[in-house]
């Protein structure tokens, strides 16, 4: 009954989308969209994702759907253990700013504002991403999925994609006129923790959310048809995310990446810009920053932390 009302609704107000939103029934999904598979040949995980596209019986409400809610699930599911790790004073000992910890009003107050932007900003944008994908030539329902190998590739090439367009982007969000009207919402914490990563103005959500979505959608203009798997973004976008969210933690831990791998910015990179409010401006990788000289105010602080430690250590030892 809600539902027809609704469906009479979009019927009338949004004609055009009207049609897209229709429900099959289980048979004609499973004839549609699955008629040609030789099953045999599927996997597990493959089956499960036939199964749900099936069920919803609608690809684009069903991409939409598994769009969002895996949104959520990495964003919580990374921000969650950040956030118990700063109510237990053991782990101050890797906290970057370790005498500025994030108060519970501050976290109750970015909880709150980030669930806005998801559910207000995010999630009616995230109905239109089915729709674009199949524009591009995406698979979305179809399996099977790519093979490990190919994933891994197109990932590394979304990964540089979205660094270089962030540097750029982030550069242009700090001029006068931009950082006063929008990016100055993202540096209310100068102290930074892992739910503040989307802790931003709507305008910044929509223009930095362009790095992480483009780079597949730009691989899609110069593969051939259906060569990327929806799968193969939804790991890029998870990694991404975690990517975002260990950047704005505030620990630097002895296991972090960027101990492993020279060139990854992790937390102790993105801490520092929140800390000065300028230079790396990149988000993964610290080469744009490096070439452009943009890491000069992170470098000159780091130095004189350095200093200060040295001669707070001499002073002890005499
Ligand atoms: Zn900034
Ligand atoms: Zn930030």
Not at 43 to 52: D, M
Not at 227 to 244: E, G, K, M
């Amino acid at each position: 009954m809600a539902s027809s009302t609704v469906m009479k609704a979009v019927d009338q107000f949004f004609p055009y989308l009207a049609p897209h939103l229709q429900i099959m029934n289980s048979t004609t999904a499973q004839n549609t969209l699955y008629g040609a598979v030789d099953w045999s040949q599927t996997s597990w995980l493959e089956r499960k994702w036939a199964a749900y596209y099936v069920w919803i019986a609608n690809p684009l409400i069903a991409t939409g759907l598994l769009s969002f809610v895996w949104h959520e699930i990495i964003y919580f599911g990374r921000a969650f253990p950040f956030w118990v790790m700063d109510q237990i004073p053991y782990f101050n000992q890797w906290k970057i700013q370790e005498t500025k910890l994030p108060s519970h009003a501050e976290y109750m107050h970015c909880l709150k504002t980030v669930l806005a932007i998801h559910f207000l900003i995010e999630l009616p944008l995230i109905f239109a991403f089915h729709p674009i994908c199949e524009y591009f030539g995406m698979a979305t329902y179809e399996i099977p999925f790519s093979p490990v190998w190919k994933m891994a590739a197109q990932i590394a090439f979304f990964f540089v994609f979205e660094d270089t367009f962030h540097y750029w982007a982030h550069r242009w969000l700090h001029t006068p006129f931009m950082y006063k009207r929008v990016h100055k919402m993202h540096h209310k914490y100068q102290v930074p923790f892992g739910l503040a990563a989307e802790y931003a103005h709507p305008i910044e959500t929509l223009i930095l959310s362009q790095g992480t979505i483009s780079g597949p959608f730009v691989y899609c203009l110069f593969a051939p048809k259906h060569s990327l798997h929806i799968l193969t973004v939804y790991v890029w976008i998870a990694l991404r995310l975690a990517q975002a969210i260990d950047a704005h933690s505030g620990f630097d831990f002895p296991w972090s990446l960027r101990q492993f791998m020279p060139f990854w910015a992790g937390a102790d990179y993105h801490d520092s810009h929140h800390a000065v409010f300028k230079g790396n401006y990149a988000t993964s990788f610290r080469w744009w920053d490096q070439m452009m000289g943009t890491d000069r105010w992170y470098k000159a602080q780091r130095a004189s932390e350095a200093e200060k430690k040295l001669k707070a250590q001499q002073s002890k030892s005499q």
